[in-house]
């Protein structure tokens, strides 16, 4: 099971994930070789481009690059294993009780999870924190333009008022009464 867990794992890394993040952002998380171009991004997204040298492009993902023997697992890997002997029923991947399958694909999402968080050459995180302040940058930007464009629209016109009220002509203080009837 475990070589299967890294194989998905590695067919995540190597193919572009489009996702939302907790922010709404659509994000779209590229690794991209040598002086390949980074896409660019669309006007709703943020596009991270992770780059690697040439030489990885066709070469196995570093992650399984190492020998599946049990000698190289964590300790705590092993006893996590442990934890789930004697589960069954929903949501606990066996293959006893109603819906024990139901909890596998939640199993590969989470160590597939747990890989790309501890991969020391993939800091997508840091990247999308980085564009997203490059972007509020231009954001505040383009919101004091907009702001200062309303200024000077409100300053028009109020003086277009002021000017239309001195060009009236005053209307008459008093109209003569017209003369009691008889």
């Known amino acids: ?18 996702a939302q993040d907790a922010a709404g952002d659509k994000v ?16 709703n997204e ?12 066709f070469r196995i ?8 023997s049990p000698q190289n697992e964590a300790w705590t ?12 029923g929903t949501l606990s991947c066996s293959a006893t009780g109603s819906g024990g399958w139901t909890g596998c694909a939640q199993q590969l999402i989470d160590a597939a999870y747990a890989e790309k968080s ?9 990247m999308i924190a980085a564009e997203r302040a490059k972007r509020m940058v231009t954001i505040d930007a383009e919101a004091a333009e907009t702001q200062a464009r309303v200024e000077a629209a409100e300053k028009e016109y109020e003086a277009r008022q002021r000017a239309a009220a001195v060009a009236a002509p005053a209307p008459e203080a008093a109209q003569e009464a017209p003369p009691p009837l008889k």
């Open 28 to 43: 779209n998380q590229l690794i991209v070789y040598g002086d390949d171009v980074c896409q660019p991004a669309a006007e």
């Open 118 to 126: 501890t991969d020391p050459n993939l800091k997508f995180s840091e």
């Open 61 to 68: 993902p570093e992650i399984l690059r190492g020998t599946a």
């Open 77 to 88: 890997n092993r006893v996590l294993a442990y934890e789930t002997v004697g589960k069954s």
């Open 1 to 18: 099971m475990r070589p299967l867990l890294v194989l998905a794992a590695a067919l995540m890394f190597t193919s572009p994930v489009a």
């Open 46 to 57: 943020i596009t991270i481009c992770a780059r690697k040298p040439e030489a990885e492009r």
